[in-house]
């Protein structure tokens, strides 16, 4: 299977939340790391998906009102013209949407500034993209940022910043 990868594949290295789940696996314990459901859907569930297939509701039938809606909202907000075709991507959850940004701007040998700690999936997808994650750390316990370490990250061939919130996975702190 290695030789039907590519270079770039063959550098990644396993997500955490996949080595916790072979670790699991190995030990034959409960894997609290996935959410994999040891029971079957209840009814009133599967009877709500066949009511939407039926009826041929599914996630692409209202996409462009939601862009057209955003536009406007910018527009109305923040005075932006944004065209809703080619300007707003809608995507199924932050890792879709972080993929596709990153695939859209980074180009071999372009560097991406990572705050560190850094969500999981984001190594992989700028090495993918064929960029290098540079990381800067924050400060614990509060996870400051200090200035000086993220002016002297840039290089000239620094091409994003990902600026993220940690609270969802490293604690909310009141500092």
Known sequence: MEK???KRALLLKPSPIQE???LAQRCNAINLAEGFPDFPAPPAIKDAAIAA???DFNQYRHVQA???YLAYTLKLTHGLDVDPKKNIAICCGQSEAFAAAILAVVDEGDEVLLLDPAYETYEACITMAGGTPVYVALNP???TLDLEK???AFTPRT???VLNRLEGW???CTC
Do not use: F, Q, T
């Open 66 to 68: 939601i862009c057209d």
């Open 150 to 152: 993220l002016i002297a």
């Open 53 to 55: 297939i039926r009826a």
């Open 159 to 161: 091409k994003v910043i």
């Open 20 to 22: 916790l789940s072979h």
């Open 170 to 172: 490293v604690g909310n």
């Open 141 to 143: 316990p509060c996870w």
């Open 4 to 6: 039907k990868l590519s």
